[in-house]
């Protein structure tokens, strides 16, 4: 299948500080790309989808501007958590289709694990 | 998107079949059955997905009943790497793309 990568894998940071989170399809190009979010023993929940070019689409309750979604190409697209607090540490995924005759399949980073101290 | 409904967890043991079942009784003509795995810390995989016909991949096999309102995953010959929470997600065919996760199942593959 195809690849998408995430980074950084890992990372801890102060409480009020940003911290941007890269995803990039490797082998495709992406028309859309989702972001979704992950907390401990439950499921993924989709917080945006956004596509090349155009401003994010957020979920009911996704605040946009604290979490900033920029999708400048058709294989990067990157997600920053403004003025992070504890509360924001979580499981961060994305994912990748390239849509239409790619394929509808959504292919997933392995996901950044993000702490708030 | 139509709910699905899967089973908490489920245990098979090292070379046997694992069956995951899934019910999508509310699926319409439209709708795609997709399953996906996500192996703990991980990144959830994409499976296989099906309209109305069995599909059968280097991964697993796809059994939709007739009346496509529910499904099978067959693992044919479940490992300990297999053991991963599985996801049934019906969505439909068109241009939204989005996919909603339900809780899954929890496969646990013992030695």
């Known amino acids: 299948g195809a690849v998408v990568s995430q980074h950084p894998s890992r990372v801890i940071c102060k409480s009020g500080t940003s911290v941007k989170i890269e995803c990039r399809s490797l082998d495709f190009q992406a028309t859309t790309m989702f972001w979704y979010r992950q907390f401990p023993k439950q499921s993924l929940m989709l917080m945006a989808t956004?596509?090349?070019?155009?401003?994010?689409?957020?979920e009911q309750g996704v605040e946009k501007d604290k979490f900033l979604i920029n999708h400048a190409s058709l294989t990067l697209s990157t997600l920053t958590v403004t003025s992070a607090h504890p509360e924001d540490s979580s499981f961060y995924i994305c994912?990748?289709?390239?849509?239409?005759?790619?394929?509808?399949?959504?292919?997933f980073g392995p996901g950044t694990r993000l702490t708030v101290l | 998107d139509a709910k699905t409904t899967q089973p908490p967890s489920m245990d098979c043991a090292e070379g046997r079949a694992a069956n995951l079942p899934c019910n999508h009784s509310t699926i319409s003509g439209n709708e795609y059955v997709y399953w996906y795995r996500q192996i703990h810390s991980q990144g959830p995989q994409y499976i296989i997905h099906g309209l109305k016909n069995n599909e059968t991949n280097e991964m697993a096999s796809l059994i939709i009943t007739e009346d496509r309102k529910s499904s099978t995953l067959i693992l044919p010959h479940a490992t300990l790497r297999d053991t991963a929470v599985y996801y049934c997600i019906v969505r439909d065919g068109g241009s939204n793309y989005k996919l909603t996760f339900g809780k899954g199942t929890l496969l646990t593959v013992n030695p």
């Open positions: 994912s990748a289709t390239a849509g239409g005759q790619g394929g509808h399949e959504q292919f």
């Open positions: 956004s596509n090349e070019g155009s401003k994010a689409t957020y």
